[in-house]
C-alpha cells in the first residue's frame, strides 16, 4: 500500500492503494466514477478509457502508480456543471449509443482525438475511432457525432 495522489476532475486526491491495482478498479470502486467501464479487461475495447494529462489511456491495464502527479479526466469531468461538452452534446444530439455501454469510452475517445486533430476529416474519425468498439451497430451515429462536435468546437467552420 502506498499514497497515490492526483487530479480526478479537477479535484486533488490522495489514496493509499496497491500501486499496482488497475486504474480502472480504483475509479470505480474507490472513488466513484462509474462511467468508466470495464469490457475487455485487455485494452482492446475501449470501454474503460479516460484521460491522463489529456492522452487517451486504457485504464483496465494501466496500475494506479502511473497516474500519480498528472491530470486525470473521467466522463463525468467532461461537462463544466451542467453543460455537457461538445463531444457529449454530439453524442446526443446524434444519438451516438445504442445500449450505452461502449458510449463514456467513445465520448473520451472522440474528446483526445478533437484535442490532438481539431478538424478531422471524415476518414480521420474513422480510423482515430476505429479502435473503441461499439457491438450495437451505432457507428456511422458515432463518427456523425465526432464530425458534428469538431465542427463546434471550431465555431461552425471547418
Known sequence: MKPIAFTLNGVAKTLTVDEDRTLLWVLRDDLGMTGTKFGCGASFCGACTVLVDGKEVRTCVTPVSRVAGKKVVTVEGLAQGDKLSPVQEAFVEHV????????????????ALLNENPKPTRDQIVQGMERHLCRCAAHQRIVDAVESAAKKMAGGRK
Open 96 to 111: 451516438g449509443y445504442q445500449c450505452g455501454y461502449c458510449t463514456s469510452g467513445m465520448v473520451i475517445g472522440a474528446t
